[in-house]
C-alpha cells in the first residue's frame, strides 16, 4: 500500500467522524485502513482534536473500555448558536408570515438543509449527556430538525403519525387533547419501533399549548420508555405554562397587535447560558 501522509489522513478522518456522528472508531480501524501504527493514529486524533476546538466544529471524545475508542459529536459554541438563532429571529419577525391563529409560516426555513443542520447541531449539544437511544417527533414539519438531531446524536428517528399505517404492523394507538384547537386528536406508533426501556428525545417544530408533545410523552409512557429531554424550533410566549415542563425551545414567539397579528421573535435566553 502506497504510504498515506498526515494531511491526506487528516482529511479522510474528518469525513469519516462527520459522516457518523457519535459512532465509536477504535484506533484499530484506522490503523487498517491507513496502514499505520497506533501511535502515529494517536498524534493524529490528538492533532484532529485540538482543529475542532479551535475552529469550534466540535469535539472527539474518547470513549474507554473494551469497545472503546474515539467519537466525534458535533458542537456549536453558545455564542455563535445564539448569533446563528437571532439572524432567523430577525427574518421570522413581523407581520408578513403571521398566519390565521396566530401561527407563523416557517416551511421555508425548515426545508432548507444548512439551515434544519444547524439546529439539529444547536439541539443536540443540549442532550449529549442524556443519552438518548433515539429522537421522536410528531409528523410532518417537525421531521427535518427531528432528523439533523437525530444525526448529530447518532440515534434513529422514530415517527409518530396521526393514523397508523398498514405496512407499519401493529400499532399503539392513543388519544390527546390538543394545545392549540383544543380537539381530540389520534397519535399512534408502531409496536416495533422502539423497545421497552430505551430512552427518547422528542423534537418538534413548535409547541404552543403543549398537547401534542404531552401526548407523545403519554405514548412513550405506553412503551415503558424514559423521556430524556424535549426540545423544540419555535415556543409561544403564551400561554407561558405549557401542559409540559422543562421544554427547550431554539426561539420565542409573541404577537402584539388586535386586528393585523405581529410576530416578535426572539432567540430562547438558555442559548446565552455557559
Not at 467519537?71 to 445564539?82: E, G, I, S, V
Not at 416551511?107 to 449539544?125: H, R
Not at 389520534?186 to 398537547?211: C, E, H, T, W, Y
Amino acid at each position: 500500500m502506497e504510504r498515506i501522509r498526515r494531511n491526506e489522513r487528516m482529511a479522510a478522518m474528518m469525513s469519516v467522524f462527520t459522516r457518523e456522528p457519535n459512532k465509536i472508531f477504535t484506533l484499530s480501524y484506522f490503523c487498517d485502513l491507513f496502514g499505520a501504527a497506533k501511535s502515529t493514529m494517536s498524534e493524529d486524533i490528538d492533532i484532529l482534536k485540538e482543529v475542532m476546538r479551535s475552529f469550534g466544529i466540535g469535539s472527539l471524545e474518547t470513549v474507554t473500555g473494551a469497545a472503546g475508542g474515539v467519537c466525534f459529536r458535533p458542537l456549536m459554541d453558545k455564542t455563535a448558536a445564539y448569533d446563528y438563532v437571532a439572524a432567523l429571529c430577525e427574518e421570522l419577525s413581523g407581520k408578513d408570515r403571521v398566519l390565521t391563529g396566530d401561527f407563523l409560516y416557517l416551511s421555508d426555513i425548515l426545508s432548507q438543509p444548512e439551515i434544519v443542520t444547524t439546529m439539529g447541531i444547536i439541539l443536540a449539544g443540549e442532550y449529549y449527556d442524556s443519552n438518548p437511544d433515539f429522537v421522536l417527533t410528531m409528523e410532518t414539519k417537525g421531521i427535518p430538525v427531528a432528523l439533523m438531531t437525530a444525526h448529530a446524536l447518532g440515534v434513529p428517528l422514530v415517527i409518530a403519525r396521526k393514523l397508523s399505517k398498514v405496512y407499519e404492523g401493529s400499532a399503539v394507538n392513543i388519544n390527546y387533547v390538543s394545545g392549540s384547537s383544543g380537539t381530540i386528536e389520534n397519535m399512534s406508533l408502531s409496536r416495533r419501533a422502539i423497545k421497552p426501556g430505551q430512552r427518547a428525545l422528542i423534537v418538534d417544530d413548535f409547541i404552543k399549548g403543549g398537547g401534542t408533545a404531552k401526548g407523545m410523552v403519554d405514548l412513550m409512557r405506553e412503551f415503558d420508555v424514559t423521556v430524556v429531554g424535549m426540545a423544540f424550533v419555535m415556543a409561544t410566549a403564551n400561554p407561558e405554562k405549557k401542559r409540559i415542563s422543562g421544554e427547550k425551545a431554539l426561539m420565542i414567539m409573541d404577537m402584539t397587535g388586535t386586528e393585523d397579528s405581529v410576530a416578535q421573535v426572539k432567540p430562547a435566553k438558555w442559548l446565552l447560558e455557559k
